[in-house]
């Protein structure tokens, strides 16, 4: 089984700055995707940005990039020129590489992320 | 359509009711996946369908929940006698076929159905 620990319920940030989401996870799975997904007050959940744990350079999708620790079982989200649009409730989570049924998403209890103006 | 919709967004069901939510995924997404999200936490596995097929239901919480996907397109979660505890927001997010070279494998997600047992 799996298990994805977001440690900061919450955080806030000033708009301009760099703020930066911690995850950790736990697996015994050796190849995997890890994502992170936003949920602004609409409830949609929206693909910020994945990362393939075979692959050892990190993910960037414009302001956002990740720093994946394979080894320590990290991986964190770098939201840089934080926009008030970024303000969300922020999910990481995990899934093993598909083989056969197995495709669900693990997910963290989220980091609730205020942007300052 | 162009995403994944729900319907009702909204559900307010006295306890012992019967409810169904629907799911309409992205068209040509063979994946759909039910997630159940608890006031304050993450979204936890229910079922997942391939296609018509419901491959995993191992996260259903009771048998009083039930789900269908019988033309391999729309899904319908259906929850017999509803409880409290049932009060959640019950996410649909469907996805590509899988394919390592060229495929999506995120899940793209509906909004929701916020259902409120009383």
């Known amino acids: 089984a799996q298990t994805v620990t977001q440690s900061q319920p919450e955080m806030s940030v000033q708009e301009a700055e760099t703020v930066t989401l911690s995850c950790t996870y736990d697996?015994?799975?050796?190849?995997?995707?890890l994502f992170w997904y936003k949920q602004p007050p609409s409830r949609q959940m929206i693909l910020v940005i994945r990362?393939?744990?075979?692959?050892?350079q990190n993910a960037t999708e414009n302001r956002f990039s990740v720093n994946f620790q394979k080894a320590a079982k990290s991986f964190s989200l770098k939201i840089s020129d934080s926009q008030l649009g970024d303000t969300a409730m922020y999910f990481c989570?995990?899934?093993?590489?598909?083989?056969?049924?197995?495709?669900?998403?693990?997910f963290g209890s989220g980091t609730q992320l205020t942007v300052l103006p | 359509g162009a995403g994944v919709s729900q319907s009702p967004r909204y559900k307010v069901a006295k306890r012992g009711q019967d409810v169904a939510l629907r799911c309409d995924p992205i068209s040509g997404h063979v994946s759909l996946f039910w997630y159940q999200q608890a006031l304050g936490q993450g979204p936890e596995f229910l079922t997942y369908?391939?296609?018509?097929?419901?491959?995993?239901k191992s996260g259903l919480p009771s048998d009083r929940f039930f789900a269908e996907r019988p033309e391999g397109s729309v899904s319908t979660l259906k929850i017999q006698r509803t409880q409290q505890e049932d009060s959640a927001v019950y996410l649909c997010?469907?996805?590509?076929?899988?394919?390592?070279?060229?495929?999506?494998?995120?899940?793209?997600f509906g909004q929701g159905t916020r259902l409120t047992v009383v």
């Open positions: 997010a469907s996805s590509s076929p899988w394919d390592r070279g060229l495929g999506s494998v995120a899940a793209f």
């Open positions: 989570a995990f899934m093993p590489l598909p083989s056969g049924s197995a495709r669900q998403l693990t």
């Open positions: 697996t015994s799975e050796n190849n995997y995707y």
């Open positions: 369908f391939q296609n018509e097929a419901q491959l995993d």
């Open positions: 990362q393939e744990a075979y692959k050892q």
